[in-house]
Nanobody, 120 residues
């Protein structure tokens, strides 16, 4: 199983970016998918999660600015980030809670991360 994230980059304060993350491999079922971030010198933190039925939860610092969505047919999760500020600078990681063929348990899989830099 692989999770491939894309869409990071450099953006000015107040700008927008859209991250994508596609899961591929011998996937039987996808439960929750989400985005986490880790800023320099800080611990990894939850940004947003979305359940298989579309329920969402967000970190307080991004509510109203970020929107998480998913395409179940493509096993892909998105993160639309608006009104970005320098405090959003971090490596963003996607996570998928997946069940693969031949197993009975759900496991967490992580993408390699994509860097988002908010700077003028």
């Amino acid at each position: 199983v692989q999770l491939q994230a894309s869409g990071g980059g450099l953006v000015q304060p107040g700008g927008s970016l859209r991250l994508s993350c596609a899961a591929s491999g011998r996937i039987f079922r996808v439960n929750d998918m989400g985005w986490y971030r880790q800023a320099p010198g800080k611990q990894r933190e939850l940004v947003a999660r979305i359940g298989s039925g579309g329920s969402t939860n967000y970190a307080g610092s991004v509510k109203g600015r970020f929107t998480i969505s998913r395409d179940n047919a493509r096993n892909t999760v998105y993160l639309q980030m608006n009104s970005l500020n320098p405090e959003d600078t971090a490596v963003y990681y996607c996570r998928g809670d997946l069940q693969t063929y031949g197993t009975s348990s759900i496991m967490a899989y992580w993408g390699k991360g994509t860097l988002v830099t908010v700077s003028s």
